[in-house]
């Protein structure tokens, strides 16, 4: 029983707010709204309404698009200027770049050689480095020197200590082949180096272009806004606006009352 009487007043109230929206858009007394003598009124402004929101769907569909093209040139544009800051930022501050091996307490990077001691770590940039192998009765050694002369040696025990059964061993192709890694890395960071200056003028170059280059969005921004003054202008809009306002009149001087859009 309880729950037919809530389907009544779910019912009831589906009712009463339909009749409250038809009364809204039909403001007057109960026959204007719901008598069929005046169906005919109804009609015309319920018609004209359509055809307003009709043209007002056409032209939002075709500026819609012009403003999504317009969006995608300047978004594009932003991401073109993003990349080429990176380009510079990464140019101007290399940093160490990708991790390219490690052995004992060298890590090597594109462009730095990690030294990694129980004291501290610091970072030797590979630019101008020199890199030597030297066998040794207990330690192989690798000779870092950098362009400003320090050398720093990284010993590789192939020997067991009686103090440090647990201490890792090297055998020496194994150091060999890092040094001639360390080597390798060694020469095209030279190379990066070389060319360098010419790739970040070449990256300052490309932005400036990038940054005055707005051809592509102010072409859009501009059939954008062309598309909205022949919109704006269009006789279809104009017409179904009047033809609106028109059976907004015929409707006020029917009931006394404004109708709503």
């Known amino acids: 029983m309880q729950r037919v009487m809530g389907l009544g007043l779910i019912i009831c109230a589906g009712v009463l707010a339909g009749v409250a929206w038809q009364w809204y858009r039909y403001p007057g007394r109960w026959e204007h709204a719901f008598s069929p003598r005046h169906a005919d009124a109804r009609k015309t402004l319920s ?25 995608a040139a300047e978004k594009a544009r932003e ?9 510079i930022a990464s140019l101007s501050s290399p940093g160490r770049g990708e991790r390219v091996e490690a052995l004992g307490e060298l890590v090597l990077f594109q462009h730095v050689l990690v030294v990694q001691s129980p004291s501290r770590t610091r970072a030797i940039s590979l630019a101008g480095m020199k890199v030597r192998f030297e066998p040794g009765q207990r330690n192989h050694s690798v000779y870092c020197t950098d362009a400003d002369g320090h050398v720093y040696r990284a010993k590789y025990p192939h020997l067991p200590s009686p103090s440090e059964s647990d201490e890792e061993l090297f055998d020496e192709d194994r150091v060999r082949d890092f040094a001639v890694t ?16 010419r790739q970040l003028k070449d990256a300052k170059r490309k932005w400036e272009e990038a940054q005055a280059d707005s051809s592509e969005l102010d072409a859009a921004r501009e059939r954008l806004q062309k598309l909205r003054q022949r919109n704006g202008s269009d006789p ?11 059976a907004s009149r015929d409707w006020e001087r029917l009931t006394g009352r404004v109708p709503p859009r």
Do not use: M
């Open 79 to 87: 991401e073109r200027l993003r990349r080429l800051d990176q380009r």
């Open 236 to 246: 279809r809009g104009e017409a179904a606006e009047a033809r609106l306002a028109e």
């Open 47 to 71: 018609d004209a309404r359509g055809a307003v929101r009709a043209w007002e769907r056409s032209k939002d569909q075709t500026e819609s698009k012009a403003r999504k093209d317009a969006d």
């Open 182 to 197: 360390i080597e390798n890395t060694v020469a095209q960071e030279n190379i990066f180096r070389a060319r360098l200056p």
